[in-house]
Structures are given as structure tokens and as C-alpha cells.
């Protein structure tokens, strides 16, 4: 055989292989990885509800039946291949579920994650693992306020923004508020969660005093001796960012005890527990939600989609998890389409889904998300606040005095770190 | 004056809610010298069970006295039932082996029940408030304070001198102390050691159970309970040594009024001050406050 027949032999190859995987590509489904809690505590606060609104969604996606303009099947016609895996443990174990998911599983992407722990100890390995990861639900502002990343993408807002929303709803709606205490968890949830409220309200009503600042241990379960505090406190505002049983277990427990008749509970993600605990919260609570979501979301099409769907697959109504799961998921197959238009039609690569998401602007039913901060790779969305009462003729209950805050009234500029902007007084902001 | 009185009852709640959760794992371990990690899984378990029985109860409409005896009924099953399988099936296999060990078995059997949970129940927490509201609050000078858990306060005396009055007032009793002191010996001398050893774990697995079903009114309860409650009620039985009822009861005060100090005056060391205690505690004493050193047998 001749040097060139050899030559045109081997490109003949080459190009066949070339054109199979290209062919193959073409042809394989999207595989998503779904970190969220299985088992543990937070499991029946986010990890059921977020379990199931991917089950939800990602069948509806790949069977074409969302509303538009995210109605086109899979993510720009690739169908999607979900594993959901368990988020429980500690970082450790979060991280190598991460890589095994990666490594072992072959996922292209993927989209998870409740634990501020955990999504930052992920990000740093998904940076070198270099796999497009979508934070659903970690609220931690220091992900982005400390580093850029490539990888690592966010649509839900920062805890800030609840921060900052129900700071300025406290002082419209009460302006004769004088001080304030807060019963927050001993973890990077709790304490950042309280640290924004202070600079908040520090900023926005400087006379306003801080009186009891409460930090039991996550999941204590046993909350007598606050309680004792913040009736002896006599705060007019007590503010808790107690999320699933610890909230519940704090509700039963103040109630129990007359707390509410003495201080006004003010609850930054208490719409997670509304559709399941109605009764049992107190009525004048005041009500956040990590954005617009649940009993806050706003009325438009994909809402209206999700909701019927949800509680009729169900049987319950998604809280706040199962939503951002929701808005997450429509960012990336905005980002993909967009990436795969860009690309002449063809599956596009990560790199190509990364410069599509960055700084993106998109419809959920949760309202417009704009990926704003972080370099583009942390959404910031409007944030909705009601005061709540059970309307007992219809045995429902309800969200009433609700305010809505526009993005740019509760998130920092671009240029600024979330601590940065409370403690320089919120300059900017666009209320 | 309050504040004195708000540590006074926040503390006293507290100790006995703990001494109420860690009886049963100082029982057996002081008799069976089995660190028993299943404990937890038992008192979720019997929380799950009694909020089951709480719910079905009182959906019915029926009298409020009912319902705590149907709470303290389904943990007594269900600590019953759970105590049987574990002992018979799987303890009984290791009581020659090395005490590592076998708390590694009732660290497996404690992961079981935890999955077992979720299998059982779901994920969905549940929330049985009617006991609890039912007792209502009453008013000690300015602090109102709920009955129910007074309730819990005197359930921990009742606790504390029936296991006293069993072990040193019954022949069962001095059975228990003389495998507690030299199982061999006590074998030799006609003991039925097996028997001891199947009431004993019965009885501290009822007891686990119980402490579940008693805070499951107070409480959401949910998934992973069990986890928490096991890492404190260590800290307590280590505080007052390992295989003392009457340390336990000193360590559960202790640490009570110790947290109870802590929230109403230097709150940022609620999580730091029940773990600090422990471990001065320790330093001083290794073997607890009531603990003492045994020699070893080879």
C-alpha cells in the first residue's frame, strides 16, 4: 500500500470516528445530577418537595408540556436523564458524592444542593472538575461576595435579599418599631441570616435598637429557655430564620406559651410551612419566602403550570424548595437553548451553556430572574412579604398587606459585596 | 429575680427531658456494658409511633386523658417490639466479643431503623400538639410555663426512684447489680444472666422509646431526631459516668442548668457550654462523677 492510499485510508477513519461521535452526541440525552436531602432532618422541608419538582419537571420538559417559551422537548431537544442523589452528610461526603457523580455517573451537569455547607465546599471541586453546577437553594451571599467562578451558577437570590425585604417591611408597616430580637440557628444559614437583618435594620432605622440575639443548635428541637429570653425581652419584632421541624417545633413551643401575643413573629422563610401548618401559625406573622414563591409567586403562566401540576401529581402545594428547583432548571434550558441556537442548532458544549447563562434574563413563574451579580453567575430576583392569618370560614390560609420588592431594591450592585452595601447604607438601591 | 427563676424551671425542664432520654442507654450500658447507639433509633421510633397514636386518637374526638395513654402505650409496644428483635437476633451474637464492636452493631441496627423510618412514615414530619396543649400553661410569678412540661419534670422524679427503688429494694434488682459487677460470678452463684440481660435491654429499650413519645408532642417530629438525642444523651452519661443512673441524673441537672445559664446570659455559648462541661468534667474525672475505674480482666 501507498504512502497516500494509507493517508486517505486513515482520514477516511478518522473522519468516520469523528462523524459517529459527533452523530452519538447528538443523539445522547442531557445527564443531570440532583443532589437534594433524602434522608435527614431537612429532608421533608426541602428535600420531598424538591424531589419531587424534579421528578415533575424533567418529565414535563422532555414530554414538551411547559408553557413557552419553555415548551420545546428536553433541553433543545435533548432529552433530559436525571440522578437524584442524596445531599445528606457532612461536606466530606458531599463531595465525594459530587465527584462520583461526576467521575463514576458521567453526569454533563448538575443542579442541587440546599446546604450553604455544602455548596460551598462543592464549588471550589467543581471548578477543577470543570462541571457546569447549578446552586437551587443554598442561600449564602460569601459563594459569590468571596470569589468569581465559571462553573458554578446561581438563579435564587442570596439570604440578603430576605433580609434586606423584610427589614423594609417591618419599618412601613410598623413605624413605631423601637427594637427587635432574633432567634436564628447556630450555623452559616442562621448567622448570616441575622448578620443582614442587623445591618438592615441598622441601616434602614438606625434608632431602632437590637435587644436578644438567640443561637441555639441546628435541629435542637428544644427551645424553653429562648423562649423564656424573648418573653422576658419584650421585643415588639422577634425575627427567626428557623427553617422545617426546628420552625415548627418553635411555633408550637412560643405559641404554646403566649409568645406571639407579646412580639410579633417575623418568619424570612415561613411560606415553607403555610400549606402544611396553616393553623398552627400564629395570624399576624409576618411571612417571607426566598423570593417569590408558593403563596407569594406571582400570577402568570408558568405558575399557573406548576402549581396545577404539582398539587396534581402531589396532592400538596410546592413551598419554596420545589420553586427554586423550578427556576433553576428553567434558567439552564434558557441558557442551553440560547447556547445551542448560538451554535447552529448543535448540542452545545459546556463552555457555550456557560457564555449563554452568563448574565442571562429569563421568565419564571417565580417572575423575571436577571443573573445580575457574581459576574453574571448569581440571579437576583424580586422578593415578596405578607402578614399572615387562617381565614376560618374558608379553612385556608392567607397572606394579606403583601409588598413586593423589586430586585434591585434588595440585592447589592455588581461592584459590591452584600456586607459592603448594608454597611454603606444600601447605596443605589432602586426601590 | 425573673431571670433566677426562668434558669430555675428552663433548667429544670430541660434536665429532666435528658435524664428522661438517657436512663435507658445508662441501664444498658451499666448492666450489659453495650453502648447502646440504636437508642436513638428507639426514640424516634417511639416518637413516630406515639405521634401516630396521639393523631389517630384524638382525630376521634375522644377524651384528652386518653390520648397520654395511648402515647405511653404505642412507645411501650414499640420499645417492646424493637428491643426483642434487636437483642434476640442480633445482640446476644456479640456479648463475647470486644465492647467496640458491638456498639458498632448499634451503630448498623440505629442506621436500619433510621431508614426504616423514612420507609414507615415518610419524609413528611408530623405534628401532634394536643397533649401538649391540652396541659396549657400556668404562671410561676411572671413566667408563663407550659404543665406539659412540668409534666415531663415529675415523669423524671417518678423515673428516678422507681429505677432506685427497683435495683436496690427487688430481688431483680440484686440480680442486676451482681451481673452489673461480675457477670461470671453471678452465672456461677445461679443467676440467669440471660434473662438479665433480655429484661435489661427491654426495659432500657422501652425507655428510649418512651423519651421519644413524650417529646413528640412538644416537637416536630421528623426525620433525624434520633441523631440529635443520641450525642447528647452520651454527653450526659459521660458527665456522670457511664453506668450510674444517679449520674446520669447528676449530669443531666448539670448540663440543663448549665444551657439554661448559658441562653439567658452569654447565648453565643449555648452549643459550646454542654460540651465544655463534659469535658472538664472528663479531665478531672475520667471516669465521670459517679464512674469508677474496673479492672481490666485478661
Redesign the interface.
Known sequence: MTLLKKATLACAAAVFAAGTTIASAQNQPVKIGFPVF???????AF??PSKNAVNLIVRAMNNGELPAPYNQKGLGGFPIEPKIVDEAGNTATVVTEFKNLVQRDKVDIVVGYVSSAGCLAVAPVAEELEVLTIFYACGASRLFDERDYKYIFRVSSSQTSDAVATARYILSKFPDTTSYSGINQ?YSWGQDNWRDFKLAMAALAPKVKMD??????L????F???I??L??SGSPIVHSSFF??????FI??AS???LPQKSRLLLTVGEQILA??GK?VPDGTIIGGRGRHGMLASDNPINKWFLDAYVKEFNSVPNFPAYHMLSSMLGLKAAWEKAQAANGGKRPTTDDVIKAFTGLAFETASGPVKMALGKGHQGIEEVAVGTYRYNKATNQPELYDLVTYPAECVNPPANMTSEEWLKKGMPGAKC | MTTALAILVDGLVYAAWLFIVAIGLTLIFGVMKVLNVAHGGLYAFGAYSAATAIGLYFDRGWPVAGGFIAMIAAAIAVGFVIGLVLERLLLKNFYDKDEILTALVTYAAFLILEDLLLLIWGAQGLFVPQPYRAAGIVMIGTLPVSVYDLMLVALAALLAFGSWYCIRRTKFGRMLLAVLFDREAAAAFGVNVTKVYVTTFLVGSILGALGGAVTAPRISVSAGIGVEVIVIAFAVIAIGGMSSIGGALVGALIVGFARAFAVHFAPQLDLFVVYAVMTIVLVLRPHGLFGSAVARKI
Open positions: 433524602l434522608s435527614g432532618p431537612a429532608v421533608g428535600g420531598e447556630n436578644k440575639e438567640l443561637m441555639p443548635k435541629f435542637a428541637g428544644e424553653g429557655a429562648e423564656s429570653v418573653l422576658a422545617g421541624g426546628d420552625l415548627e417545633t408550637l413551643q404554646a406559651r403566649g402544611r401548618q398552627n
